[in-house]
């Protein structure tokens, strides 16, 4: 098509805009992962700390990048001093789940208390308050996670606790048997995991690799994932490029990453020994687990 010469640039309009374009500075968009080293992730002041309970927010509520952090409310550590306690939260529209990587204590639900220990993983409902006290023994490290879910939906009608170490190994279709999962907690709709009692999220599980092991990379039309790489090293996989190609990042333990939507994630285990990931998925807030 010939164009008319009103509209035809001349070779010196055409090399200007040219150099102007190259003289901008690159224009930033929304990554398609998070990632954060947790030793080096400072603690902030949040709802739940205290004189002896610290939190390090990884992703959504006091993280500064929270643009991408859509279903998942937050996404954190929380410390807890022997013989200390953090203060008593609860959410109308955020159900929460914590992990307990090592301590023994009591948690505090409602008006009822119970015994706590470490690998305990637990389904806190929105509008229950609750909290953590800690045993004089050791420092209680716990792994926070809330996703907002619609006001008003009743809590289940006991306490969800269990303990990791009680999780059978098994194998999931659509992953190679280097890779072996503990199903923890699902929605309510499932019949897989050992808890049933998430709305937004739907599915928590630790992922075994043997060494050189896998689990596929891959992607989800539907979920957002937090992978936290607990030992172990290898290679995390966060995106991938037009030609398909995985994007690799090296790995050690202390080393966690937020996928968003359809973000390519997986993980190559080295031969060293081999590893474990905490992993989290939940649902993209266009759409809910009845």
């Avoid at 002896?52 to 859509?70: H, M, N, Q, W």
């Avoid at 409902?125 to 792994?143: I, K, Q």
């Avoid at 303990?163 to 659509?174: A, E, I, L, R, S």
Wanted: proline share 8%; net charge neutral; hydrophobic share 35%.
């Amino acid at each position: 098509m010939i164009l008319p010469k009103s509209w035809r640039a001349s070779p010196i309009l055409l090399l200007l805009s040219c150099a102007l374009a190259a003289g901008q500075p690159p224009r930033k968009i929304d990554p398609t992962f998070l990632h954060r080293y947790i030793p080096e992730v400072s603690s902030k002041s949040a709802d739940v700390t205290s004189d002896s309970c610290e939190y390090k927010p990884l992703f959504g509520a006091g993280d500064f990048e929270t643009t991408i952090v859509r279903g998942i409310a937050r996404f954190g550590q929380m410390t807890i001093a022997p013989s200390g306690s953090c203060k008593p939260v609860q959410y109308p529209a955020e159900e929460q789940v914590y992990v307990l990587m090592d301590g023994n204590g009591q948690l505090h639900y409602g008006e009822d208390t119970s015994s706590v220990k470490g690998h305990d993983f637990l389904y806190l409902p929105a509008g229950v308050e609750h909290w953590l006290a800690n045993g004089p023994a050791s420092r209680m490290h716990v792994f926070v996670m809330g996703f907002k879910i619609a006001a008003g939906i009743p809590p289940p009608p006991k306490r969800q606790i269990a303990n990791y170490d009680d999780v059978k190994k098994q194998h999931v279709g659509g992953h190679p048997d280097s890779v072996v999962y503990q199903l923890m907690m699902g929605s309510v709709k499932s019949t897989r995991d050992r808890i049933a009692a998430g709305h937004l999220l739907t599915s928590l599980y630790i992922m075994e690799f043997k060494p050189g092991g896998t689990n596929f990379p891959h992607h989800h039309e539907a979920e957002e994932e937090v992978y936290v790489l607990l030992d172990g090293t290898g290679d995390m996989v966060a995106g991938s490029g037009t030609n398909g190609v995985e994007a690799r990042f090296p790995s050690k333990p202390g080393d966690a990453h937020f996928f968003r939507l359809n973000c390519t994630v997986g993980f190559y285990n080295s031969d060293r020994g081999p590893a474990h990931i905490l992993a989290v998925r939940s649902l993209f807030p266009r759409t809910r687990v009845e």
